[in-house]
């Protein structure tokens, strides 16, 4: 029985062994069902420009990549088309004009499933983004006038584009007559700067209340855009100009040993330095100064303050009653933090006092200045003070405007996300909350005259005030050591602002080094307006006589 049961388990095996080895054995794969449609994303509000579209299918696909021009929109070549991998999706790549609507066709057995079975034919109806632009200003109470311009610029918004020029700096009309005697014609709209309104005054070198340089423009049939490089103090401009004690004795001899010294570092002494500002100085009053006796500025670690210029504090020669140091941003900020430590040789201190600074300092940068957007917003701050002055400050001015007539692009707090100006020196709550601010002052005031442009800086949505609270949306473009940005940049960046804002125009506020418009207009970048900032450097006599006798381009 053994016997028997292994030469018939053998035989099995050679019989196995055999078949295995045969040519004529037919191999059997499962029946797989051709890939199913499933879905296309996105179908709608596809954005515009170069976007992706995936169509999913029930199953992993397979397509050959050289076949993409078989996958059509609107009849036309899609730009390619891939299966990453192994995937049931198909990861389509095709330009789109905004407004359109398209009709996706993929062929029968152009994309095929696990055994090459032949997947059915897609057809599927997709709408490209669009633009449903508000129908008023956001202010209710608008002008008649500011009523009137919004609805000029949605006239021709996506059909013609206005032009304009910016000011010499602040508050004339010299480049548009540059222009006008360059190309024949008028910019429509002409572009102004509140930039020096700390120095504004009756009759002065700039005198806002003289309102006839814009007057005249707009008397002679041009639009009015107005911003804001907002200079404020770097320093507290409302510190005391007394002298503040830090010290004021028992006097401290510091002997020739080195061993001498004066800890300032109490909370006493912060909450003091505290109110100081930059270019506020450091006086320490001295005697019995003996020949070689050095004095010494150092920090609660014992090191010598390094201030910006790269001066080193830790040891230095002294004579006369007094020496000092003016206080910059830095070392202002660590006595705050931390206080100072006095000391050197062969001499005795009488006295420490701090000094305000001889004369404020105003600049719209946040570079070294204190002046910061989060203080701005932040009740009770020497910032906010200012904030809230400033506004009032410049309420006369605009109203003046508005009595006239003059309804304005009004275009404060621009490039925020930037960083490099003190109203982005913060957070995107605070600027949203000093928009607001802003806003709602002078709507109070009963400036109703003003069409509110917001000026983005690329991924900055965090930073945008509101639908509410915006009219225009405006960038600003400049190329980069004289290569102009292209038509093709152009349009991708008017495409994002859209597609990101569909209920807002969007602008060109402010331009460098750029391909002429004519050119941006053909890749669908349709502005509402475009203004190339002062200074030849940024727009040639060529680009003005391109874009100036362009069909596309409104004149005054």
């Known amino acids: 029985m053994f016997k028997n049961r292994f030469n018939t388990a053998a035989f099995v095996l050679l019989s196995l062994a055999t078949s295995a080895c045969s040519d004529t054995v037919e191999h059997y794969i499962a029946s797989v069902g051709a890939p199913e449609f499933v879905s296309v994303s996105p179908q709608t509000n596809i954005k515009a420009g170069l976007d992706s579209i ?36 198909l990861l389509i790549m095709a330009n789109i004009d905004r407004d359109q609507n398209y009709e996706l066709v993929i062929p029968e057995g152009v994309v095929t499933g696990p055994n090459r079975v032949a997947a059915p034919m897609v057809k599927a109806n997709l709408t490209a983004q669009t633009q449903q632009i508000d129908k008023t200003p956001v202010n209710p109470n608008a002008s008649t006038e500011a009523k009137a311009l919004y609805q000029k610029l949605l006239n021709n918004y996506g059909k013609k584009v206005f032009s304009a020029t910016m000011a010499n700096v602040s508050w004339n009309n010299e480049n548009a007559e540059k222009v006008h005697q360059l190309t024949g014609k008028y910019p429509a709209i ?92 450091l006086i320490v009053k001295i005697t019995n100064v003996k020949p070689g006796a050095q004095g010494s ?10 201030d910006e210029s790269g001066k080193n504090w830790d040891y230095f020669n002294i004579s006369g009653d007094s020496y000092s140091m003016t206080l910059d941003q830095t070392t202002l900020n660590e006595m705050r933090a931390n206080g100072l430590i006095l000391g050197g040789h062969d001499y005795t201190i009488t006295g420490v006092t701090v000094e305000a600074a001889g004369s404020v300092k105003y600049d719209f940068y946040a ?22 002055a400033d506004l009032e400050k410049l309420t006369p001015y605009l109203m003046q405007l508005k009595q006239a007539g003059i309804p304005v692009l009004w275009r404060p707090l621009h490039e925020a996300a930037g960083k490099w100006f003190w109203w982005g020196n913060g957070s995107a709550e605070s600027y949203v909350k000093l928009w607001r601010y802003m806003y709602d002052y002078f709507k109070q005031k009963g400036l109703n005259n003003l069409i509110w442009v917001w000026t983005s800086e690329k991924a900055d949505a965090s930073w945008y ?29 008017f495409n ?54 362009s069909d596309y381009v409104i004149t005054r």
């Open 496 to 549: 994002t602002l859209a597609y990101r804002y569909p209920k807002k125009m969007i602008a060109l506020t402010e331009c460098g080094t750029i391909t002429d418009i004519p050119n941006q207009w053909k890749q669908n970048a349709k502005w509402s307006w475009f203004m190339p900032w002062y200074g030849g450097s940024h727009a040639s006599d060529d680009w003005w006589k391109s874009t100036m006798n």
């Open 367 to 388: 570079a070294k200045n204190e002046f910061t957007l989060d203080d701005a917003v932040k009740d009770g701050t020497w910032a906010n003070r200012f904030m809230k």
């Open 297 to 306: 500025i150092k920090n609660s670690s014992w090191a010598g303050f390094v």
């Open 465 to 493: 005030p509101g639908d509410e609270y915006v009219d225009v949306i405006g960038t600003d473009a400049y190329g980069q050591q004289n290569v102009p940005l292209s038509a093709e940049e152009m349009a991708e960046r």
């Open 190 to 281: 002409n572009g102004y700067d509140y930039i020096h309104l700390q120095s504004s005054t009756p009759g002065g070198w700039i005198d806002y209340s003289n309102i006839t340089p814009v007057q005249s423009w707009h008397n002679a049939g041009g639009m009015v855009t107005i911003s804001w490089h907002w200079s404020v103090p770097t320093s507290n401009p409302y510190v005391s100009a007394v002298p503040v004690s830090l010290y004021s004795g028992p006097n401290k001899v510091i002997p020739s040993d080195w061993s001498g010294n004066i800890q300032l570092t109490t909370q006493a002494t912060k909450d003091i330095l505290a109110k100081a500002s930059i270019r506020s100085k």
């Open 54 to 89: 995936i169509v999913s299918y029930d199953k992993n696909v397979f397509f050959a990549s050289e076949d993409y021009a078989k996958i059509t929109l609107n009849g036309s070549p899609v730009v390619s088309a891939n299966v990453i991998g192994s995937s049931n999706q």
